[in-house]
């Protein structure tokens, strides 16, 4: 039966599901299920296999002319030459296919870091599971800021708004319901159906994948999965999309680009003189087109995206989530970090410690944790429902406007809720919530601050309404017109009596919460009573939540390496401030700014304070987005955290947005660049550590692959202008490109991160890859390479006469000389004694397995054929050694000047903290005000 009829038939979808809506489908019978539906999941298309891939290989121009060259060969009857190129043909396109294909798996497995969970009811319990393993029939609850896991029929629905841009492109949230009727987007008319993928219609009462939920809670039937859902059609065309590559990615092949021009421009002018020399023909075809494949750096695109790649399994091994490849470079040009308290900054484990009654009596609870472990008491005696009613009655409340459940210890719902919740327990008083039907909710929402619930009690037969709330205590007692308070009556005995919240009692608890709050405490509010302004003060909550271990050292080496730390919460100014200042984000002399005095200046206005401000109190998430665009427009690269529904455009704004794993919604994922697993500001330090370290890896790489390529192409075009021999035939030129694409440069990129990276301070967007220094650097090691090489070749080649000992001993000194200038390369400024030669073992092994391989070409008959080589003596192999480490001592001594030049320069400069730094930039705001969220780093080559 189709979706359409299962809409219209509302009452048989249970039975036509052979489902309940009071229970779950048991663990066997949604395995049953499973084997008929399958997973639900998007099968993805099958990909081309590798023997297909293999051959594309060969598809590479210059790899068609190598071809070419071994068919001329064969022509002439020159068959040693022809076999040799085939072969050498072979292993340069096996190398560039282990290239590709490990970078494809590499892009793959980025795919499988987050995978989507749902909320649903297995049998009686209720389960947090994989989206995947839900089967038609089950019954999902959603909340706010879920992704929907399936196409969901509601039963219930409580103010429920959902996001469905993705399926329909309407941008405004649909309201849900549980009625049967059909409202149609993006041209469609009302009752209609679709019948064409330009027409996409919704029904009132089915959620659908891949949807968000903005606002409300439900619960529904799962009517179907995977490729049977309205999404299904979606994800196809998805399918037909390619991702955009990373800005250094693009900077990679601008470069390649370039030094290609350049390389044919220097190798055509190399056949030209050698043909005007009189040399034969097809030797300087063959020598120029191996010229080519080994100068153009063809393997520069590809080494960024593995290195990206690693970096991002890297960084999620340390429970960061990279979404996009180019966020990898943002991280390293981040210069402010704007960061939630809750959760980010501290542990996010709510605890009641304090309850403070509206009558003043101060209440102690001990224990941590979600669970009724501890006490509560009063003066060091215990407080019962019976010795204290007006704690009961707070208690009460704080468990009846909950949505919030503990079972073993283990919380279902926010933490605050949570730890509402651990306190009624504690009062032996959380059974009392099944006495109460509820009939209505507000939700909180950051504009009114509060939540409250419309409930009577079970057992009053006229079901009078009773309203309970919780929320900021300000906004609280602005619904209040009364506060509990306790008499002894007549018998002694204890009797709740509501007296007026006049404006010294409202000041009087005012000023008991910032007591509260600036011990670290956060505040809520409680209150009852029949109508909104009508309301009776009960009394307020201290919560605790601890700072996170490592924070605060986190926070000291960031603000030295000159990333502002600003911490947004939605709490009092007093509580705010202190828990800042535990954590070294806030100091003495330090500014505080609230929520309304950020809605009451403009973009600009904030941007010409923001510098000076450190904390921002009772803050929203609208107030995020505005603080984003001041900071933008000071031209600084903004790291944003959320975790709430409302956090979205904000952190898609922000250049670096940041969700939180744990407590994030889905929604927030969503918009997200990168998820912190575990919601620790710690975990942003290690990413924008990985995030330099892998620039600067990069970086390495590529002088590597510039001083290879400018070596090689120097070496034969100065042996062809003073009227040499070639000193490289064309199998060893290829074997030298194998080296400079192969493991020894791959294994550049994996070099694990200088720990004093996180010390520097943040890159600019648009540093250049090639800097001055770098080219200095390539330059002088090209020119090392060249020198020793020639003076190889002419003390050989002093007879006259070459021979097959004069370009082994030529080839296996460029190569050996490789080997050195790839460990130089390692870092830029430090010596490699210092970084140690086993940090990096993968290079370890990739240059032990070059020196083999390069062995084998010497003595090993078969490839002696190949490569037209000889056996070398053990001498001549100590001589190159000598000769050819000579790149590594004056790569060493040009390291040691660096340094000692940063020194010189860092004793001269004065030291300007970031606050200086951006008001020294606020002359120059209004350049990129717009500053798109895709922008990412714009890298100058």
Known sequence: MGIDKILRMNKKVVEKLKTKTTCGLSDGEANRRRLTHGYNEFKIKEDDPLWMKYLSQFKDPLILLLLASAVVSVIMRQYDDA???????????????????????SLEELNKLVPPACTCMRGTELKKFLARDLVPGDNVLITVGDRIPADVRLYEAVELLVDESSFTGETEPLVKTTHSSRNSSAGGSEGEHRNDSSRKTSANNVAYMGTLVRSGNGKGIVISTGESSEFGEVFRMMQAEESPKAP???????????????????????????????????????????????????GLPIVVVVTLALGVVRMAE??????????????????????????????????????????????EVSGVGYNDNGVVSLDGHLVTSQSHPEVAMLAETGAVCNNAHIDGGVLLGQPTEGALVAFAMKMKLFDNKRNFIRVNEDGFTHERKWMAVTCYHKDDTDARKEIHMKGAIERVMAQCSTFMCTQLDENGRKQIVALPLDETARNKMINQSNFMG?????????????????????????????PRDGIKEAVRILSAANVAIKMITGDAKETAISIAARLGIYSKGGRAMSGHDVDSLDVGQLAAQISDVDVFYRANPKHKLKIVKALQELELVVAMTGDGVNDAVALRKADVGIAMGMTGTDVCKEAADMILVDDDLSTIMCAIEEGKGIFYNIRNFV???????????????????????????????????IIMDGPPAQSLGVEPV???????????????????????????????????????FWRELRDNIITPRDTTMTFTCFVLFDMFNALSCRSQTKSVFEIGFMANRMFIVAVGASLLAQLAVIYFPPLQRIFQTEALYFNDILHLLAISSTVLVVSEIWKCYLR???????????????????????????????NEKNRGPQYMV
């Open 518 to 546: 600036s011990t670290g405490l956060r505040v809520l509010g409680l209150a009852r009573g029949t109508e909104l302004g009508d309301m009776t003060f009960l009394g307020m909550a201290g919560i605790m939540d601890p």
């Open 318 to 363: 340390k429970k960061a989530i990279v979404k996009k490849l180019p966020i990898v470079e943002a991280l390293g040009c981040v210069n402010v970090i704007c960061s939630d308290k809750t959760g980010t900054l501290t542990k996010n484990e709510m605890t009641v410690t304090q309850v403070c009654t509206a009558s003043g009596s101060l209440i």
């Open 703 to 737: 002088s590597f692959q510039l001083s290879t390529s400018i070596a090689a192409l120097s070496l034969i075009a100065i042996s062809t202008l003073v009227k040499y021999p070639n000193p490289l035939n064309a199998m060893q030129i290829l074997w030298i490109n």
């Open 83 to 105: 076999f040799s190129i085939a072969a050498a043909i072979t292993i340069v396109v096996t190398v560039a296919f282990v290239q590709e294909y490990r970078s494809e798996r």
């Open 754 to 792: 200088d720990k004093d990276v996180i010390r520097r301070p943040p890159r600019r967007v648009k540093d250049p890859i090639v800097t001055r220094s770098l080219i200095i650097r390539v330059v002088m090691s090209a020119t090392v390479i060249v020198t020793g090489t020639m003076y190889v």
């Open 248 to 298: 250094l990615q693009m900077a990679m092949d601008q470069l390649g680009k370039f030094l290609s021009f350049v390389s044919f421009i220097i190798i055509g002018a190399i056949m030209l003189i050698g043909w005007i020399q009189g040399r034969q023909l097809l030797d300087m075809f063959n020598i120029g087109v191996s010229l080519a494949v080994a100068a153009i750096p063809e």
């Open 900 to 930: 000692w030049e940063e020194k010189q320069g860092a004793s001269r400069k004065s030291k300007f903290s970031i606050s200086q730094i951006m008001k020294g930039m606020i002359g120059d705001r209004g350049k990129n005000t717009d």
